[in-house]
């Protein structure tokens, strides 16, 4: 059983920088691929990334292509998520999970991001 928690949260001015932490517990973390999905208030859980457990393959959702970047440490039991030319609608809670037989599970308690204009 993995188990996640997010890091690196914070506020920043819009056009900044941060980049968020995934650290995994337990020996599995490598054999499944990740995702990164955020929450803003009043919306919906969304997806924002995925990268395959290899590290070799990621995808992303069309608003923060070219601005965020997903990267993975294996070794480490870490995931990233860099996350640059930040903009106020990126405010969010950001959460990680792995994606398993039934689905994306395992959620971290998330780390709220908001950027300021």
């Known amino acids: 059983q993995v188990q996640l928690v997010e890091s690196g949260g914070g506020l920043v001015q819009a056009g900044g920088s941060l980049r968020l932490s995934c650290a995994a517990s337990g020996r599995t973390f490598s054999r499944y691929a990740l995702g990164w999905f955020r929450q803003a208030p009043g919306k919906e859980r969304e997806f924002v990334g995925r990268?395959?457990?290899?590290?070799?393959?990621?995808s992303y959702t069309a608003s923060v292509q070219g601005r965020f970047a997903i990267s993975r440490d294996n070794a480490k039991n870490t995931a990233y998520l860099q996350m640059n030319s930040l903009r106020p609608e990126d405010t969010a809670v950001y959460y990680c999970a792995v994606e398993g037989d039934r689905g994306w599970g395992n959620w971290g308690q998330g780390t709220q991001v908001t950027v300021s204009s």
């Open positions: 990268i395959n457990w290899s590290g070799g393959v990621r």
